[in-house]
């Protein structure tokens, strides 16, 4: 438990300054929860540093005194990782909301920690570029928090993690010491990435203060399609016939009929087609109009893709028919595709609004395992099988990134702190050789799994780097690594 006492709260105050300490209990509320509401814990105050110089003071001061702390982007982690525990220290990145010049010959631009994702977009489509990675979050997110947990999101398939945008970053180690890696050439092997070593590590070797971010150039023209599927298996074909024959396959995303059902009601409109056990959501795009090479890739689909313009196709299952589609018209195809921004805006809607329906469901028990695309559908079965096996009240989601067999298993209906569901998932993910934290990371909430996701050799390695960089093991306790046995957790 860390205790503050008042001449270390006078230390921060002198760094940062007294409106940037809180520790008010009602001034912290807001500090101590996550998005989730699963994970909740009590800080002893919260900092909120102004810049690397500010950052460094206050990391300096933690590691004098010993005091655990906790580096707070956005809260939109779904893994736990940011949530103190224990009345630890809570380094709030917001204020270094900085965003440079875009560099519009290179493509780069310089964001502080606290911007947003959103902001990301913003400044860099205003300079004429884009930014590779976008996630539903992308109001909340900080550039900092999805460097920490290697973010993914909708355009891996395209343009790969967080981690595939990281030039170089400034970022502070547990003793204040401050590693600046956002000048100079792009391209730079003198000696080992530390930048690349801060990406992924969830805020438990160093602080990130900014980051250097490549920016890559949007294809003007997209076509994106939704598209009813009896089984996944077609889904897996369809999307490795577009890596093949598209231009450029732009997002792989996948939802099942459960959470359609739930989206639908929150949006209060009908999607092009019902009824379906599986939905696909893909989108190519080019500098001219894609759909016609998605056409033959589609033609897969349970029914052919129909021709025109706009969204094509609104029909139910079977033929039943609905009125209520995404442009109010009718077919029994079970293929929408939209070419026009608004028409594709109601697709994506489907996707965009999944996390925010299942929680207002309540809170669910969040996994994101990463599973070989031949072992993917026979997981998901498994996996229903299982959860009705140790739950009769708990009901199961799955939806995510199909490109890269990243599907989220989502499960509302149990208590917070039963886990016996999230044992028997992951265990089952190990089984088959894939990952427990393809996506999210491992933060708190999976840390006690951690030795199904690496080897002892691995964990090892890990330890001696976490020591070497976080000598007194202040930066983030209890995630990616279980606390010891007998330890207060
Ligand atoms: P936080 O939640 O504040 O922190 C996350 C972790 O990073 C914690 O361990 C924290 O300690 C650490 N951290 C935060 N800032 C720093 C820093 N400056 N330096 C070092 N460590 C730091 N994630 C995906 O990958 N793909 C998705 O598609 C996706 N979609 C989402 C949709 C919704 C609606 C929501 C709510 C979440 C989604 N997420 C997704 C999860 C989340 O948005 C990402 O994990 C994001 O990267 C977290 O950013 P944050 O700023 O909110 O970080
Ligand atoms: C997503 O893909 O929508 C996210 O990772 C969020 C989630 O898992 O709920
Ligand atoms: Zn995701």
Redesign the pocket.
Known sequence: MNLIDSAVRTEFVDIVGSAHVLADPDMRATYEVDWTRRWTGTASVVVRPADTAELSGVLGVCHRQRLGCVAQGGRTGLVGGSVPRDGEVVVSLGRLDHVGVVDVIGGQLIAGAGVTLAEVHRQASAAGWAFGVD?AARDNATVGGMVATNA??MRVVRFGQMRSQVIGLEFVLADGTIISRLEGPAKDNAGYDLSQLMVGSEGTLGIVAAARLRLVRELPVRATAMVGLERLEQGIDIVGALRRSATSLEAAEVLDGPTMDVVAARLGSRPPMEGYPWYLIVECAGDQDPSPHMADALADAPSNVSEGSGPRGSGSKGGTGTDGGIDGSRSDSAVAVATDPAARRRLWAFRDQITESIAQLGVAHKL?PGVPLDQLPAFTEEVRHKVAELSASASVHIF??LGEG?L?VNVLGLRDDDDRVDAAVLELVARVGGSIGS??GMGKAKARWLSLARSQGEIAAMQSIKQALDPRGILNRGVIFPDPPGSES
């Open positions: 996630l993914g999101g994101d995510g990134h990243n989220h996506e999210h």
